[in-house]
């Protein structure tokens, strides 16, 4: 049913009629839209189809003109309205705050003198704009003589804003103007303008009131009648009232206030009762001297004569001025005033008294000259008759000075009764009433006062709250022990009040001997501190320094504080800080930021190596390991020769230990010939080689150059063993294992050999001398625990039965003869004990532990003997005898010489922690000592010797090994145009040169100069020299390549053929330079150039050239069409990101060239192609296209309001009658009479439904064309 619309359900008929419009778009008559007509027209353009025109007026018959449509076929869906939801319409529930409004308004009162039919009307619109904006639900309804009813219904605050609004809106705006006496306008605006709002808001007009800075006292009102009527009279009343005011300003002198106001005030009173007047007199204080009399004329002209009567009588009164103290001026003026009011009623005279903020002692006496002298008697009286006096004294004696209920005042005051005796809480004691009773107990209060003060004394402790049970103690018997000492007494504040003020009184000796224990308590308990920090005991050797250097100087910076570190052997983290609590908690943030920072750089983390790698990893003269460790900034042990260990220790921060063991299994990957092979072992077999913590696997797996060996998962049913590492060693460790599993399923012998830990290694032997030869004599393998293992003391054998228990028995005797215990005495001369015995005699405890812990006691330092007692086991005695002998003899041979090496090298040679140094010490144990840092400017030869001391043979050795590493430098002659090239991005490449090389390379600045030098050792220095000339060698035959690359050849190419030769994003272009591996370069921006500059081989770069210039003449043999096609279209044309030119070109198999920004004709479209006849298809369709674009651009725009208005004239408009439609029903008689209506605008006259269109518009059959009845018709 497209096309096809329905009337609306409420039709009189309940019949629903619908039209078919050609142009399937319904038009109607609600927006103005003209009706398209199709059929033909005459000369004054009226229907013929069907409708009658008579005199000008068209006649359509409802029924005939506007056919029913036919029943809709079964199968054809049927259009579907849905019914609205009968709530729709109902009208809501409001609640009982909701109010209903109507008010009309009249023919001649409404402001928009249009008439129009339905919500279309511009009253229509306002009342829908208002009821919107207001919340509110408003109902028009329009009378026949014109009135308008308007019906508001909501809340009551929003039906009156809509009301307000309805009125200035749809009503008619009038406006006059009333001229109102100036000074009454303020009367009419308010406060802040809040009267004339609020007259505003209730007659619903607009008031301008000029304002201050004009001449004018015209106030407009704009509004409807009735609201400027009730303004009018509301601003008359409020002028009438103020014109019968008066206001009378009388100048009068401050002196003769008091005289008007008269005593008590009786005068004022007295005259604004009688005549209703306002009188306002200033007050003293102000500098105005203006009586203002405000009120009815009359009145305020009484008050006023009345006034000016009394400041006549006045005018030759007089004055005298006299010093009373100022603490009697409170007696003249008596309370409110009232002593003062007093004389003026007696005498006629007014007293003046300066205010309490002025320092004047001075009274001052106004009136007539015969009455001051009756005045001043009564004033000197009334001051004289009461003195005040005070005198210090502080808060804490005054119950010392009172006593219990009052008893110690009243003997010190016998008088008491006589005198009013205050103590203030400021610390001071006032005295008030006769003088003679006043001095009296003054004297006596002050006396005792000053006694008090000699003997007794008060002190205030701060202690916090928290410490007051401590200074309190168990069921107080602390501060009652300090109470009872010292005769004082001690108030400790409530603990609700979270005061931490304790307060001590008494004789002045007890006093602070009282405050001097309660702090010394407060300050032990609060000072005093134990805290605990926890830090990983590998740390702590660290955090205490060489020789205690750290930790001193934090003891120094904080004596009260003792830090206490656990015993090495108790393997505890936990560092305990005691001592005064501001130190304690410095001390704990210190060693805490020490222990993070400790923590963060040295991070341990070991790495496996296979042993025939480490010399790799180690480099020549240590140049890979260094070069890691410089690279990563890391601490890298390397495991003693000789020592059977496996494992690299990396220590530093955490991300560097990562870099640095990334590094070394990089090389171990990159060295190692790694295999893998894969053998059978029964499951069952597998638990016994795994048995006792994998110790055998261990044992294998070190014995066999440390290859990993991988069993299965626990619950794999799998028989596959992976054995992992260099080819030899994993063909042994296969070799091995396989043995061992036969011998397993043949059930050999698992012995255990207990043995002290000490002992280990004299039945291991040097080497493993004495194992090796038991595993020749004997399949049996010996099995020593392993650091982690928990029994230390167990060693393991495995292998045949008769085996085992001869190798366990060879065992035990060992064991036995090492248990036995001999004692022997060495000689070592008194002048060596020292060495021995210095810190803690750690040398001594050195050899104990590596010789099964066989007691050496040196003699007594007063005995002067040279023997030395060994007491042990035999063997372990003659180790350590041996071991005594070997260090004496290293002693007394020990030789000291001196290396001259220029003090500026020191500190390269003292790089990384002094590693290298401590290499050197260690690989010929000798010792190693640099001079004090100096200026390195200086001559000073003693700053240059480095000593060295040790054993004769290895100090010369060592003495080498140190003068290889002083730097020397090597220049080479590099050309100037290969340092940037040798530097590199960001200096990237010199850096890796001299990180690889651990050298210096020093490149001149500003190519000065071809030379450049190389720092470092002697043998970097010469590798960094042959990678140099290597490096030299390489950039000289790639000069020549460089010099044939720099061919250029330029050729013109059209500007507008340099979009082709770029290709879509470039493709074409960077095809070309990459087939011929050259640079092209084309014009950028708005440079108009025809030039293209192509760099490279000259063979490659002319090729490049014929391929272009190939490419470009066979565009130009294209064949070219210009065409002009709207610029509008061009957008469309493109699509997006070009999709549909692409498209266009595709199909037609043509290039279409649009203009570009800024072209002289925008419009000119360029179409190419092999074809002439694709060329001209292409045009056809790109034709069609914008035409089809132009027609839906007319179409969208042609309903739009034109700028410009056709000036032609219109013809005479026509009238279209309508009779039988259904809205006709019940609209009224033939007699009502038809409205007067204006071209386009519907009108009703009998039973006929008039459209008046203009003449030209009537181009439409009337069976197209759909009228929809204003909603006016359709309640």
């Known amino acids: 049913m497209e096309g096809k619309q329905s009337l609306p359900d409420n039709l009189a008929d309940g019949r629903k009629q619908a039209w078919n419009s050609p142009s399937s778009t319904n038009t109607t008559m609600e927006n103005g839209m003209d009706a398209h007509m199709n059929g033909e027209t005459n000369g004054h353009g009226s229907a013929v189809n069907g409708a009658e025109n008579v005199n000008g007026v068209v006649q359509m018959d409802y029924n005939t003109d506007f056919p029913t449509l036919p029943d809709a076929p079964a199968t054809t869906a049927a259009i579907h309205v849905p019914k609205k939801p009968a709530t729709v319409w109902k009208r809501p529930n409001l609640a009982a ?176 009762s009688e005549t209703g007047a306002k009188i306002n007199i200033p007050p003293p204080s102000a500098n105005n001297e203006v009586i203002v009399i405000t009120g009815e004329k009359e009145g305020v002209l009484r008050a006023a004569a009345e006034i000016k009567k009394i400041i006549q009588s006045k005018k030759d009164v007089t004055s005298i001025t006299f010093q009373i103290a100022r ?96 103590f203030d809480d400021k610390g001071i004691i006032f005295f008030e009433g006769a003088p003679q009773e006043v001095k009296e107990a003054q004297n006596a209060l002050a006396a005792q006062v000053a006694r008090l003060q000699c003997e007794m004394a008060i002190e205030k402790v701060k202690v916090h709250p928290s410490l007051h049970r401590h200074v309190i103690g168990r069921g107080g018997s602390l501060i009652s022990k300090i109470k009872d000492q010292t005769g004082v007494q ?132 240590g140049a890979t390991i260094r070069k890691i460790r410089d690279e990563t900034e890391t601490r890298i042990d390397l495991p003693e020769i000789g020592s059977g260990e496996d494992k690299i220790l990396v220590t530093g921060k955490q991300e560097n230990v990562a870099k640095a063991v990334q590094q070394l299994n990089k090389i171990q990957e990159e060295l190692a010939s790694i295999v893998e092979k894969v053998l059978e072992i029964p499951q069952k077999v597998q638990a016994r080689l795994l048995g006792n913590g994998r110790r055998l696997i261990f044992n294998i797996e070190e014995e066999c150059g440390g290859v990993h060996i991988r069993f299965p998962a626990e619950k794999s049913d799998s028989t596959k063993v992976t054995v992992r590492g260099p080819t030899d060693d994993v063909d042994k460790a296969v070799k091995l294992l396989t043995a061992l599993a036969k011998d397993k399923e043949q059930n050999l012998l698992e012995e255990t050999v207990k043995a002290k830990p000490e002992f280990h290694r004299f039945l291991i032997g040097k080497g493993g001398a004495k194992i090796s030869k038991i595993r020749e004599n004997f399949d049996v393998r010996v099995m020593f625990p392993r650091e982690s293992d928990i029994d230390k003391d167990l060693i393991h054998l495995l292998g045949k039965k008769e085996d085992v228990l001869k190798v366990k028995a060879e065992l035990e005797e060992a064991i036995r003869q090492l248990e036995e215990t001999v004692e022997q005495k060495i000689d070592i001369d008194p002048k060596h004990h ?54 004496v003899e290293d002693m007394e041979k020990q030789v000291r010489i001196q290396v001259s090496i220029p003090a500026q090298h020191h500190r390269s040679l003292l790089s990384g922690r002094g590693q290298k140094i401590h290499e050197i010490q260690s690989r010929f144990n000798v010792q190693i000592r640099f001079p004090e840092r100096r200026d390195e400017s200086t001559d000073d030869e003693e700053a240059n010797l480095v000593s060295i001391s040790g054993r004769d043979t290895k100090v010369e050795e060592a003495k080498e090994a140190l003068l ?96 082709k030769v770029i290709g879509a994003r470039g493709a074409t ?103 002439e006849n694709d060329v001209y298809d ?98």
Not at 149 to 167: F, N, S, Y
Not at 1006 to 1029: F, M
Not at 1225 to 1233: H, K, R, T, V
Request: proline share 5%; net charge neutral.
């Open 97 to 272: 705050k909701a109010v209903t409004i109507t008010f009309r308004l009249a023919s001649d009162e409404r402001s928009n003198k249009v008439k129009s039919f339905g919500n279309t009307s511009e009253e229509h619109k306002k009342a829908q704009n208002i009821a919107s904006q207001t919340g509110t639900r408003i109902e028009l309804s329009e009378s026949k003589d014109g009135e308008l009813t308007v019906v508001v219904k909501g809340d009551r605050a929003k039906v009156e804003d809509a009301r307000a609004r309805l009125v200035r809106d749809l009503q008619t705006q009038a406006t006059r103007e009333l001229d109102i006496p100036k000074d009454h306008h303020r009367h009419l605006i308010g406060k802040e303008g809040g009267l004339l709002r609020q007259l505003e808001q209730e007659t619903n007009c607009r008031i301008v009131i000029p304002g201050r800075d004009t001449d004018s006292q015209t106030i407009k009102i704009t509004g409807p009648r009735e609201g400027i009527e009730r303004a009018v009279a509301h601003i008359k009343s409020v002028s009438d009232r103020e014109s019968k005011l008066a206001t009378e300003h009388i100048h009068c002198s401050k002196q003769l206030y008091p005289f008007i106001r008269g005593p008590f005030n009786e005068n004022v009173d007295r005259l604004t």
């Open 1069 to 1171: 272009v960077n095809a070309l330079r990459e087939k011929y591996g050259v640079q092209i370069s084309l014009p950028r921006g708005e440079e108009k150039s025809d030039q293209i500059i192509i760099q490279g081989y000259e063979e490659k770069a002319r090729e490049c050239a014929a391929e272009i210039e190939g490419m470009i003449s066979e565009l130009r043999s294209l064949f070219t069409q210009d065409i002009s096609l709207d610029a509008r279209f061009h957008p469309r044309l493109i699509g997006a990101r070009g999709k549909n030119l692409k498209k266009v070109m595709e199909d037609y198999r043509v290039e279409i060239r649009l203009p570009r920004g800024g072209a002289e004709d925008p419009n000119l479209v360029v179409v190419s192609g092999k074809d």
């Open 834 to 887: 020292r060495h021995f015995l210095s810190h803690s005699a750690s040398v001594v405890r050195e050899i104990q532990e590596q010789n099964g812990g066989v007691i050496i006691s040196f003699p007594n330092r007063q005995a002067e003997s040279s023997a030395v007692t060994l007491k042990g086991s035999k063997q372990c005695v003659e180790s350590a005898k041996a071991r005594l002998e070997e260090i």
């Open 327 to 422: 603490t009697q001026h409170r007696y003249i003026i008596g309370q409110q005033r009232s002593g003062i009011h007093e004389i003026l009623k007696q005498t006629g005279v007014v007293v003046e008294v300066p205010s309490e903020e002025s320092n004047s002692d001075m009274i001052t006496l106004i009136g007539e000259a015969n009455k001051l002298a009756t005045a001043l008697p009564l004033v000197v009286e009334r001051a004289s008759s009461v003195i005040t006096q005070q005198i210090p004294a502080p808060t804490w004696l005054h119950k010392h000075l009172i006593g219990p209920k009052g008893a110690t005042l009243a003997s010190i005051v016998p008088n008491r009764a006589n005198v009013q005796i205050d």
């Open 490 to 621: 001690i108030n400790i504040p409530n603990e609700n009040t979270n005061s931490d003020e304790i307060v001590v009184e008494g004789k002045k000796e007890g006093v602070t001997k009282a405050v001097a224990e309660i702090k010394a308590i407060a300050t032990k308990i609060e000072n005093e501190k134990s805290r605990d920090i926890i830090v990983p005991q590998r740390l702590h050797k660290l955090i205490i320094g060489a020789k205690g250097e750290k930790l001193l100087k934090v003891r120094d910076a904080h004596p009260n504080v003792s830090v206490v570190f656990p015993d090495p052997k108790e393997k505890s983290d936990i560092i305990n800080i005691r001592g005064e609590k501001t130190e304690v908690d410095a001390v704990y943030k210190k060693l805490s930021a020490m222990a993070k920072e400790l923590a963060e750089s040295n991070h341990q983390q070991t790495v496996a190596v296979f042993k025939e790698f480490l010399k790799h990893i180690i480099g020549k003269g």
């Open 964 to 1059: 290889a590493l002083v730097p020397i430098s090597r220049s080479i002659d590099i050309p100037v145009d290969m340092h940037r090239s040798l530097i590199g991005r960001g200096g990237e490449s010199v850096r890796k040169l001299m990180q690889d090389y651990d050298v210096n390379v020093a490149i001149p600045k500003d190519n000065q100069s071809t030379e450049i030098v190389v720092t470092g050792q002697a043998d970097n220095v010469e590798s960094a020299l042959e990678a140099l000339r290597e490096k030299l060698a390489e950039y000289e035959l790639q000069a020549e390549d460089r010099k044939l690359k720099a061919f250029q050849l330029t050729i013109d190419i059209p500007n507008e053929y340099h979009t």
């Open 1178 to 1275: 292409c045009i056809d369709y790109l034709r069609a296209q914008e035409e089809e674009y132009l027609l839906e651009s007319v179409e969208r725009t042609q309903y739009l309001s034109p700028r410009h208005q056709d000036n032609r004239s219109a013809p005479a408009p026509s009238t279209v009658q309508i009779s039988g439609a259904p809205w006709q029903l019940d609209i009224g008689s033939s007699e009502q009479p038809a409205l007067s209506v204006e071209p386009g605008d519907l009108a009703v006259a009998g039973n006929q439904l008039q459209l008046f269109l203009p003449a030209t518009h009537l181009t439409t059959p009337p069976s197209s064309l759909f009228l929809r009845p204003p909603l006016g018709f359709l309640g």
